[in-house]
């Protein structure tokens, strides 16, 4: 007989029987329906306690702030979406005032070492973000790969302010996410951060040092 | 370090628990690295569910988690087709050195030499590391906790936080040591060496190793749970993923995860929510240009099908390995996880492991608590800790005619002489006239009792018989 079909006979011919199955009620999970402004108010309170960085932009002044916020660090290049409109606006934009603009448009092994040692900084979509927790959903595609939004030390997310979510039961019962799953997808909620040594916390240890988000309202 | 450096390798010795407890009570470095540690998780824990109606939470993580494991073996097979359909390979193992064999074959298929490791308890029962290692492949750690603690050859002694029982003085030492890196008392800096040290190893390693925190059966999804990116580097860098769980790992929907979230974070370490919650539902698409060409997922079944077969024992696997009875045990913020010598430690160590390794080689863990009951409040799920700690206790000394012993080595603390003298007492009891002359006869010559009593008195003082008995001073009271 098979591992698996040793495994699951022993579970099917449980000796104690029958197991009852409990209802699950899940409004305890629900918090009261803030306004839009109380959402903004709690995610940026939520996300700047985990070292996340906030701005408030429009849809005229976005470009104007990123440019502030990468010239502040020196960044030499931006790696952008290449079909998400993030990505147009800023090459359409042809500002001498932002770094230089990167597309992740080939498989990750013709680059691997480039993007590790010389990206300075991304910018991503989101699908939204969560009140509640200060957390970012990205669903990573071939516009917008996994580890556009892990390996550079300053990660730059933008954020609809109409897209916040009060919690994450919410996020995903809104965005049917039983109907399917990509390949992968993420809650971020900060900076990488750890505190294994002896408790202090550190930022940066394997993922980005920054994570600042543009919440356009 | 020498206290620890005993149980590290392949073989731990369970049964030395009392002269490692011993030596970890008397080691001021070990209590003062946990006690200040376990002291912030509290308080941090109590501040994470301010304004949350904690119980009806705990209530429905209970409810979940039950809901799960009634349905276990349904789920078990829904998850599998489910990942199936999503391009995930499934494997099952019916114990640990089964699943290391499934992933040494993975390995050796694609030729690797280094496999790079997220957290996963599961892959330290199976002793994943020293397995692989045996068969020429390297494994690294890459969590910065087990790092540490690989390069201590140690093994974590907290399931959340491995390396808590080290400070920062020694992690630079070790560090220094090791990897060269200058001596500094400056976390910032150790983190930004260990970062360097293993950026290098993401980039190179043929596979990468992770553990899963919930399993969802209805989109075939893999959760992962982390703070530090080292979990995401692993599962998207190499271009083989392989991720190992328990088979009890598994829940219905999405929205169990939501609730088990919730639960989970706040618990271990007081967070709303980690940096990162990574789901993962099947490698690299044609058009993706990142992430893994396969995905596999071990089903490890280790004891878990075994606990499954009796009700009450069947709470300990609704366990979401969030650390927060270990947090609040007093016995665990005194000793430290390694006095333990098992995988598990603390309380939830304390019952899980005698069904994995036996009593007859843990009887001492159900007795290592004070049963102030701590554990049992805070556990997320509501597993009862502490009455469980009481049946393995009994079961452990000579069984219960009412459980049918379900846990290996039954009897194996039971002491003829202890059970004689209860034999003994049962006797005097139920038999009024031996009963008479026996207590009085221990007043009349109470001053011959012995002041020391055993391991009982090495803490305690004997208690005194009284002047007269009970009996005596009733009849007096003329009642």
Known sequence: MSSRETILQRLRN???????????????????????????????????????????????????????????????????????????????????????????????????????????????????????????????????????????????????????????????????????????????????????????????????????????? | MSETAEHTGHHIDVKEFHPRAQAAIHNPKIRKNFRSAMDGLMSKRKAAFEGWDLETLRELGANVRLRALANLPDLLEQLEKKLTENGIKVHWAVDGDEACRIVRDICKARDAKTVIKGKSMVSEEMELNHYLKAEGIEALESDLGEYIVQLADETPSHIIMPAIHKNTGEISELMHEKTGTDLSNDVEYLTASARQQLREKFMNADVGVSGVNFAVAETGTLCLVENEGNGRMTTTVPKCHIAVTGIEKVVPSMEDVSALLALLTRSATGQHITTYFNMISGPRKAEELDGPEEVHLVLVDNGRSSIYQDDELLDTLRCIRCGACMNHCPVYTRVGGHAYGTTYPGPIGKILM????????????????????????????????????????????????????????????????????????AWMHASPGIYRFGTSAATKFRALQPSKAGAWTDYRTAPKLAAKTLHQRMKERGQ
């Open chain 2, 354 to 425: 005698p069904h994995l390794i036996g009593l007859d080689e843990g009887r001492h863990l159900p007795s290592a608590s004070s049963l102030c009951g701590a554990c049992g409040e805070v556990c997320p799920v509501k597993i009862p800790i502490p009455d469980l700690l009481v049946r393995l206790r009994q079961e452990s000394v000579d069984g219960d005619n009412l459980h049918p012993a379900k846990v290996r080595g039954h009897g194996a603390k039971r002491s003829s002489k202890e059970a004689l003298i209860w034999k003994g007492w």
């Open chain 1, 14 to 217: 449980r000796t104690g029987g029958e197991l009852t199955v409990p209802e699950c009620d899940f409004s305890v999970l629900a918090r009261p329906d803030w306004p839009t402004n109380e959402r903004i108010e709690r995610f940026e309170k939520l996300i700047e306690s985990v070292h996340g960085e906030v701005h408030h932009v429009s849809e005229d002044s976005w470009v104007d702030r990123l440019a502030e916020v990468l010239n502040t660090r020196g960044a030499r290049n931006l790696l952008v979406p290449k079909q998400h409109e993030i990505g147009q606006t800023l090459r359409a934009a042809d500002r001498d005032d932002l770094p230089e603009l990167l597309i992740y448009d080939e498989p990750i092994e013709s680059w691997q070492a480039h993007l590790f040692n010389e990206v300075d900084a991304s910018i991503t979509s989101t699908r939204g973000g969560i009140a509640e927790t200060g957390s970012l959903i990205l669903w990573p595609n071939d516009d917008e790969p996994r580890l556009m939004s892990l390996v550079p030390p300053v990660h730059i997310a933008v954020l609809k302010a109409s897209e916040l979510y009060t919690t994450f039961h919410e996020a995903m019962q809104a965005q049917n996410w039983a109907a399917g799953m990509p390949t992968n997808a993420l809650l971020i909620s900060g900076p990488s951060k750890t505190a294994d040594i002896e408790q202090t916390l550190a930022y940066g240890v394997h993922g980005p040092k920054e994570l600042i988000v543009l919440i356009i309202e």
